[in-house]
């Protein structure tokens, strides 16, 4: 993780750590085109509150599929 200011990234192996997934899957996300990631020179990274955004939307997206499923 890194701080640039009141920014904070995640890095591919802090994603990897916080998903639980390898690093292979993680390039995978990083490579979608709707997953928040911005390279950097080399390396890739995900904004804190872009990764929040993200999962909160991929949850509520998850919930009404779900919900549309049971009715």
């Not at 750590?17 to 709707?34: C, D, H, K, P, R």
């Not at 990764?51 to 049971?70: M, P, S, V």
């Amino acid at each position: 993780m890194r701080n640039l200011g009141k920014i904070v990234l995640f890095s591919r192996d802090d994603i990897c750590e916080l998903f639980g997934i390898g690093a292979e899957s993680v390039q995978t996300l990083f490579y979608n085109e709707e997953f928040p990631a911005i390279k950097v020179g080399r390396y890739w990274y995900v904004e804190e509150n872009a990764l929040i955004n993200y999962l909160q939307e991929r949850h509520i997206l998850a919930d009404l599929r779900a919900n549309k499923k049971y009715r």
